[in-house]
């Protein structure tokens, strides 16, 4: 079932994460991660408006918004392909028009599924901090 975030979940938020994160993006330098870490705890996850996906007690996935910005949308490795991400994007779907993310080129599970689910390309940058090029893109929603 999907969920409002709780401040009790914040570390499973932060284990799903970094398992994640460590298979969609092997290429970003672990000081890079570490640092995105903190920032996930006491910056990101506090401010974004957040939703779980939950089985039974086990958080397996989450996505958090920032307005119409996916700042994050992430499921437990073992539980990918199972239709866990599809669903939390629609949830959030119902409350925007137009929803944006930003990709990196090199995530070869991430840059697919937001393909998979109407996403476009509308822009591209160098990301200064890890020197990976980023592709903003772009959903027009059906709500």
């Excluded at 994007?89 to 930003?102: G, Q, T």
């Excluded at 070869?108 to 599924?113: L, Q, V």
């Excluded at 509308?122 to 027009?140: G, I, P, W």
Aim: net charge negative; aromatic share 12%.
């Amino acid at each position: 079932m999907i969920r409002e975030y709780q401040e009790k979940d914040l570390s499973q938020i932060i284990a799903i994460w970094h398992e994640a994160q460590s298979i969609a993006h092997p290429f970003l330098q672990p000081e890079f991660v570490e640092e995105v870490k903190g920032m996930m705890q006491h910056q990101f996850i506090p401010n974004a408006k957040t939703w779980v996906f939950q089985t039974n007690e086990e958080l397996i996935g989450f996505i958090a918004m920032m307005q119409n910005e996916i700042g994050g949308l992430f499921v437990k490795p073992k539980e990918q392909q199972k239709g866990v991400g599809g669903m939390l994007l629609a949830y959030v779907s119902k409350f925007h028009e137009r929803l944006e993310v930003e990709v990196f080129d090199k995530n070869n599970i991430g840059k697919p599924f937001y393909i998979k689910h109407g996403f476009v390309m509308s822009s591209e940058y160098v990301h200064d901090a890890t020197n990976q090029k980023v592709h903003r893109m772009l959903c027009f929603t059906n709500n």
